[in-house]
């Protein structure tokens, strides 16, 4: 993994200044956890300056019987809770989240002055654009809450998603409750962003709970704006934790792959997105632009 300057790539009009690097304008890190190690996580984030705090969910006896897709949504709900005294956008990201080298340097992804602000995704899962402002920030979807920006407007909303999934599903059920949260946002007027390119890896291995339930096992990152900061999980053997180079560059081989097939076949920008937008040009040079990268 090659070491360069992880903002040289960006070919849209929002270039990295100090007044909107991330390191400026993040409150807090939260980083979701259940047992999993965090410390290399941690030590990143001090290194980019970025005070991080570790959100580990208890074991209670009404837990018992709980999906582990709603023991997630009330780790994030946590999360949520502490963000909403927040002046700032909170950074919310999972156990399992490997940032790039110089995240703390990489822009906000949405224009701060904006008072109607949702979620904005570092990390992506089957994203979509819908629209392309002047100064380069995308409005769209992601689902996956591995890495993502949460305002205190935001996260008022989102603990409301919690109680709804709550009482329609139910804790016993599983729910896709990352992949409805766009919408729910945008229900009551909050506008979602995506970055332009991923400030991060999702490094865990394969979900059984998303096969169970027809969807995909894995997830990763279709593009990243720089070489990772530390080896991801699934690139490490199991028994003696080496490097398995192999793995990781199959891995993100496949990624590649697979962001450049979704925007060829329509899924990363909806033919009908471009057919009635005012400036479809501007969406295609942030559609295009982002898979314009030389590394994996």
């Given at each position: ?154 996260a008022q909303a ?11 599903v139910g804790p ?73 180079q192999i793995t ?49």
């Amino acid at each position: 993994m090659e070491t360069q300057n992880p903002v040289k790539n960006q070919v849209v009009a929002n270039q990295v200044s100090p007044s909107n690097q991330l390191i400026d304008h993040i409150d807090k890190v939260f980083i979701i956890a259940h047992e999993e190690p965090t410390q290399q996580l941690e030590d990143t984030f001090a290194q980019e300056h970025l005070a991080c705090e570790v959100l580990r969910q208890q074991h209670r006896a009404e837990y018992q019987g709980y999906s582990p897709s709603f023991l997630c949504l009330l780790n994030h709900r946590c999360a949520w809770e502490k963000a909403l005294t927040s002046g700032k956008p909170t950074l919310i990201v999972e156990a399992d989240f490997v940032p790039v080298r110089g995240f703390g340097k990489l822009p906000v992804p949405f224009k701060l002055s904006q008072p109607d602000v949702g979620i904005t995704w570092l990390y992506t899962c089957a994203p979509q654009v819908y629209s392309v402002t002047p100064e380069g920030y995308a409005e769209g979807y992601s689902t996956s809450m591995v890495a993502y920006l949460v305002t205190p407007a935001a996260a008022q909303a989102l603990i409301e998603l919690s109680d709804h999934i709550q009482q329609t599903v139910g804790p016993t059920n599983y729910s896709a409750w990352d992949s409805g949260a766009e919408k729910f946002l945008r229900e009551r007027g909050l506008k979602s962003y995506i970055a332009f390119r991923n400030y991060g890896e999702h490094g865990g291995r394969p979900n059984p709970e998303h096969q169970q339930n027809g969807l995909s096992r894995v997830h990763r990152a279709d593009v990243l704006y720089g070489p990772l900061a530390f080896v991801p999980l699934y690139a490490l053997d199991e028994k003696t934790g080496q490097t398995q180079q192999i793995t990781y560059l199959s891995e993100r081989f496949q990624a590649r792959l697979k962001g450049a097939a979704r925007l060829l076949a329509g899924k990363f920008v909806k033919t009908k997105v471009l057919r009635y937008s005012s400036f479809p040009g501007r969406i295609l040079r942030f559609a295009v632009g982002r898979q314009i990268a030389a590394r994996l």
